[in-house]
């Protein structure tokens, strides 16, 4: 549609209307890390909303407050049910939630990964969902286990080698 048939408040309010964000509807399990970091990603958002809010009459302003508030929704969504878990209280012979594993994979290879909850994973430093595949291969299980990792690539076979329960 060309510029000419869209009103002058159209142009303001373009970009607005931002979809929420999607919430999972998994139990929002926590490390007290994972509780501490939502907290503090809540407070830089609202320190930012409170800067920019007197000058909210600017289109781009708009569009920024509109994104700040559609994403301290999706926080105060996750921390109003927060399941908070410490790892030092899990059982420490058993891959469990908050459990950094070591596992060697069939080629001698190893691995480690710390199963954490879905705001906090990080595959740049081996964090991984408690829901992805791979915690759903290890958790349970013990020192000595052989798991299947179901992966696209192909399933890859690991021994567990140790398990550490931390305060990530």
């Known amino acids: 549609m060309s510029r000419g048939f ?36 809540a407070v830089q958002l609202e320190q930012e909303h409170q800067k920019l809010t007197p000058g909210k009459e600017d289109p781009i302003t708009q569009q920024r407050l509109g994104a700040l508030e559609r994403d301290l929704r999706y926080l105060e969504a996750r921390l109003g049910n927060v399941i908070l878990i410490d790892p030092v209280t899990q059982p420490k012979d058993t891959v469990l939630f908050g459990a950094t594993v070591q596992v060697e994979d069939e080629e001698g290879n190893p691995h480690q990964f710390t199963i954490v909850g879905e705001d906090e994973a990080d595959m740049d ?16 299980h013990k020192v000595g286990d052989s798991v299947s990792w179901k992966r696209p ?16």
Do not use: F, M
């Open 6 to 41: 869209v009103k002058e408040d159209d142009l303001e309010l373009a970009g607005t209307d931002l979809p929420e964000r999607p919430l999972s509807g998994l139990p929002n399990y926590v490390t007290p890390a994972g509780l501490a970091q939502l907290q503090a990603q």
């Open 153 to 168: 690539a192909g399933d890859l076979n690991l021994e567990i080698l140790e398990i550490n329960y931390t305060c990530n």
């Open 125 to 140: 430093l081996n964090k991984v969902s408690w829901a992805s595949p791979i915690a759903h291969a290890l958790i349970g």
